[in-house]
Antibody, heavy 122, light 113 residues
């Protein structure tokens, strides 16, 4: 059974860089044509899709974050990562990694990590 | 961006009663190549990640109880819980995956009376 686990520092200083990793187990990032995404949720608020990649294809970002966000993959470790620069308090959120099925194969984010809370503070 | 708007923001429903949540998209979420509605519904309980309930606007994910049903096409969608159970207290989100950025509704909190 596929499992996703986020890891990274829980506290980041204002203006610095946030780095998170999602480790995938029970399956391979490189197989199946899935999208691998980052989604965030400020405390007590709704969900915001940050970006994703399709292995062997493109990487996509939400426009409001595109200038500060990079998603990369290390297939040899079955991991992918989120890097967000110049963070502010507004980036304080629970960050989830999640798998999205291809739209023609049902679609939707069917597998989620448990999430990791990142607080941005000076 | 496709804006997803849910209504109401919250509702209180008695056990065994019906709960209905609406979702409207600012443009059609029908994917041109296969004519399917690329819309999902999620349930999120406190301290947990969201759980996919419905995909293609109306198809239940495996293992989801049949008291959950959904309908709609194009820009207007509905999630219905036919007979509310205690474990259904949660926040529900709709989400379109037709076009990036994939966007979520603001959420509807369902509470039990």
């Amino acid at each position: 059974q596929l499992h996703l686990q986020e890891s990274g520092p829980g506290l980041v200083k204002t203006s610095e860089t946030l780095s998170l990793t999602c480790t995938v187990s029970g399956g391979f990032i490189s197989g199946g044509g899935y999208y691998w995404a980052w989604i965030r949720q400020p405390p007590g608020k709704g969900l915001e899709w940050v970006g994703c990649f399709w292995y062997g294809g493109n990487t996509y970002y939400t426009p409001s974050l595109r200038s500060r966000v990079t998603i990369s993959v290390d297939a040899s470790k079955n991991q992918y990562s989120l890097r967000m620069t110049s963070v502010t308090a507004a980036d304080t959120s629970i960050y989830y990694c999640a798998r999205r099925r291809p739209g023609g194969a049902r679609g939707g984010f069917d597998i989620w990590g448990q999430g990791t809370m990142v607080t941005v503070s000076s | 961006d496709i804006v997803m708007t849910q209504s109401p923001d919250s509702l209180v429903v008695s056990l065994g009663e019906r709960a209905t949540i609406n979702c409207r998209s600012s443009q059609s979420v029908i994917y041109s190549s296969d004519k399917k509605n690329y819309l999902g519904w999620y349930q999120q309980k406190p301290g947990q990640p969201p759980k996919l309930l419905i995909y293609w606007a109306s198809t239940r994910e495996s293992g989801v109880p049949d008291r959950f049903s959904a309908s709609g096409s194009g820009t207007d969608f509905t999630l219905t819980i036919s007979s509310l159970q205690p474990e259904d207290a949660a926040v529900y989100y709709c989400q379109q995956y037709t076009t990036t950025p994939w966007t979520f509704g603001q959420g509807t909190k369902v509470e039990i009376k």
